[in-house]
């Protein structure tokens, strides 16, 4: 079974902090995805990256960047946390035409 | 750009019955898929059941069907036989073929009783 581990299920951090997302995965895939999860709005990407080192932005991607050093590990990096990034975070792979999901990391910024 | 829409925010259901969950989406592409995922309450995010853009047949599984409409752009689900764990959120997903991006909808909120 594929397995995305996300480094926190809970995190708490105060305004301006540098926060560290961490997302790994066992299975060799490609393919990873940043995506924030808020109510009414359902999943919305943050950034995606298809290989190491390499790196695209999604939908909404201003506040934070992302850093893929290597294959299994992919980090999204809130440089100045805000309120306004309150969230839940949900790491992703894609291997062909299905995505694996991480338990997500609920970020509270206070 | 594409969009999903998911235009029932909460729906509940009596358990062993049948509860459908509807979806429309906005596209220009003719080749893509959809998909629908489960969250059940602080939980992992998981597959339920995947439709091709080029299949004709409507794709099962187990209790769970979907009704996809490609001229109306609709890809609604059906849960059969509606069980207390069925109760999660219901997100309907599109991707296109060249695999980049998801697009979600804002989900459905479905809550079996006993």
């Known amino acids: 079974d594929v397995k995305v581990t996300q480094s926190s299920r809970y995190l708490v951090k105060r305004t301006g902090e540098k926060v560290f997302l961490e997302c790994v995965q066992d299975m060799d895939h490609e393919n990873m995805f940043w995506y924030r999860q808020d109510p009414g709005l359902g999943l919305r990407l943050i950034y995606f990256?298809?290989?190491?080192?390499?790196?695209e932005k999604g939908d909404i991607p201003e506040g934070y960047s992302v850093s893929r050093e290597k294959k299994e590990r992919f980090s999204l990096i809130l440089e100045s946390a805000s309120t306004n990034q309150t969230s839940m975070y949900l790491c992703?792979?894609?291997?062909?035409?299905?995505?694996?999901f991480g338990p997500g990391t609920r970020l509270t910024v206070l | 750009a594409q969009t999903v829409t998911q235009s029932q925010p909460e729906m509940s259901v009596q358990e062993a019955e049948t509860v459908t969950l509807s979806c429309t989406y906005d596209?220009?592409?003719?080749?893509?898929?959809l998909f629908w995922y489960k969250q059940p309450p602080s939980r992992q995010m998981i597959l339920v059941i995947r439709q091709e853009a080029y299949k004709q047949q409507n794709a099962t599984e187990n209790r769970f069907s979907v009704n996809f409409q490609k001229a109306a752009k609709s890809f609604s689900l059906k849960i059969s036989d509606s069980q207390l764990g069925d109760t999660a959120m219901y997100f309907c997903?599109?991707?296109?073929?060249?695999?980049?991006?998801?697009?979600f909808g804002s989900g459905t909120k479905l809550n079996v009783k006993p």
């Open positions: 596209t220009s592409e003719n080749n893509y898929y």
């Open positions: 990256s298809y290989d190491v080192k390499m790196k």
């Open positions: 992703t792979t894609r291997f062909y035409n299905e995505q694996f």
């Open positions: 997903a599109f991707m296109k073929q060249d695999f980049n991006k998801f697009y």
